[in-house]
């Protein structure tokens, strides 16, 4: 990923944040008949500062699994906030009219070696453990152990697991830091004005807010 160095972001504290705040990843391979890409919900488990994999799982009827070429690295991608951002909002617009739209967006690449697992009892794991983290805001969350165990047995029948173990991350958060200061409050407040959730997501990431 090309990544200008003002927007390069390495602090794994906010790449892991946006990892797991946005776990919907588009997990990439190559295959004898050329790039796959699958998206799916994976979790972040990382057990060090060097050492991280992701899990997740994929359908049986998904070919990805089988046809993957596990000598070459996958990469799992991660997309933040994102927003277009107008000229309208550059206080240059009225001095020169020398400004042009843009987009802006936060983004993370975990390139790995993956592996497929069959194992039953880690896919049960892995399936608790997704459940478990995604209802975790409900007030009444629902558990796997909530549907009888014959049905879960016969769901997991149908998958299979999937782990990426990371070797590199990169991070690019693009939010107008090539911006002056007083441009990059006018499209804070700009966005804030907008008042959606994707719009106040953004408006804190051009503010400095990475945590």
Same mark, same amino acid.
């Given at each position: 990923m090309y990544i200008p160095k003002f927007?390069?972001?390495?602090?794994?504290?906010?790449?892991?944040?946006?990892?797991r705040s946005h776990p919907l990843a588009a997990l990439v391979t190559m295959g004898a008949s050329g790039l796959f890409a699958t998206h799916l919900p994976v979790v972040l488990h990382r057990?060090?500062?060097t050492r991280a994999v992701l899990r997740g799982h994929l359908a049986r009827?998904?070919?990805q699994?089988?046809?993957f070429d596990a000598s070459v690295p996958a990469l799992a991608i991660f997309s933040g906030p994102e927003h277009y951002i107008?000229?309208?909002?550059?206080?240059?617009?009225?001095?020169? $009219? @020398?400004?042009?739209?843009?987009? %802006?967006y936060a983004v993370v690449h975990?390139?790995?070696?993956?592996?497929?697992?069959?194992?039953?009892?880690?896919?049960?794991e892995h399936l608790n453990t997704l459940v478990d983290t995604?209802?975790?805001?409900?007030?009444?969350?629902?558990?796997?152990?909530?549907?009888?165990?014959?049905?879960?047995?016969?769901?997991?029948?149908g998958i299979v697991g999937i782990?990426?173990?990371?070797?590199?991350?990169? $991070? @690019?958060?693009?939010?107008?830091? %090539?911006?002056?200061?007083?441009t990059r409050m006018r499209v804070a407040e700009g966005l804030e004005e907008l008042g959606s959730e994707m719009s106040l997501a953004m408006r804190s990431l051009v503010r400095g807010e990475r945590g």
């Open positions: 927007n390069e972001e390495t602090r794994l504290e906010v790449l892991d944040g946006l990892m057990e060090s500062e009827a998904n070919q699994w089988k046809k107008t000229p309208g909002w550059y206080p240059e617009k009225q001095v020169s $009219g @020398k400004v042009v739209p843009t987009w %802006n975990a390139y790995g070696t993956l592996r497929v697992i069959e194992d039953a009892a880690w896919l049960l995604h209802e975790a805001s409900f007030v009444k969350p629902w558990s796997v152990a909530d549907a009888p165990a014959d049905y879960v047995a016969a769901i997991a029948k782990e990426l173990t990371i070797d590199r991350l990169e $991070g @690019k958060w693009k939010v107008s830091q %090539n911006q002056d200061e007083a």
